[in-house]
């Protein structure tokens, strides 16, 4: 499990590094008509992603307890997880409930599998109990919310375990929320080295 403090550090390479990702798009998007060898994910529409984020912690929790499994749900859940790991871990701001967010797709295809793994689970006699309580409070809080038939470009768009999402990198300058996130958390990374380079310089002198 990624600790919080590799998942900061990960933020800040990437920020620090957007220039390069910005400029070599081609190499950081899904392309259509790549590989289909792996498991097919049904679509997930912009309203069900909007509240299954919010129970994605304890699918995934449950779902990494379960015991009866097979092959196809491993492959689902080990895609779901890295996926959202791709996403930078949900952390940036409207990658969910934005559309025109550079990471929207991406998070589509992370909470995609996330309820195909959620669904798979009301079959496993051990899991069936535990996940139709999630399914239920799932569809109680889209009913609640109004969010069934909100849909965004991404809500037709099945996914494939075989090809993994990413952000779409040549957006962020024209995301204001995910540039003004990324360029704060790098200035904040590199502050914060200044300091630690201060504490250790004179340690390292005084040692001489």
């Known amino acids: 499990m990624i ?18 990702l910005a400029g070599n798009t081609s190499a950081h998007e899904r392309r259509a008509g790549g590989s289909h060898t792996g498991l097919e994910i049904p679509a997930i529409s912009h309203g069900e992603m909007a509240v299954i984020a919010d129970y994605r912690g304890e699918i995934i929790a449950l779902a990494s307890r379960a015991v009866d499994t097979n092959e ?71 009913a609640r919310r109004g969010l069934a038939l909100i849909t965004c470009q991404f809500s037709g768009e099945a996914f494939n375990t075989a090809q993994v999402v990413k952000p779409n990198w040549s957006r962020v300058p024209l995301h204001p929320a995910s540039m003004a996130s990324l360029t704060g958390l790098a200035a904040l990374f590199g502050l914060a080295g200044l300091v630690l380079r201060g504490v250790l310089r004179p340690k390292a002198q005084s040692s001489e």
């Open 72 to 142: 196809p749900f491993r492959r689902v859940l080990n895609y779901a997880e890295i996926q959202y790991s791709y996403c930078v871990w949900g952390r940036m701001p409207g990658s969910v409930t934005d559309e025109e967010s550079p990471f929207n797709e991406c998070a589509h295809a992370y909470l995609a599998a996330t309820k195909a793994v959620l669904m798979a689970m009301r079959e496993m006699p051990r899991e069936a109990t535990a996940a139709g309580e999630i399914i239920s409070a799932i569809d109680i809080d889209m």
């Open 3 to 20: 600790r919080p403090i590799g998942r900061l550090a990960a933020l800040a390479l990437i920020a620090s590094l957007f220039p390069l």
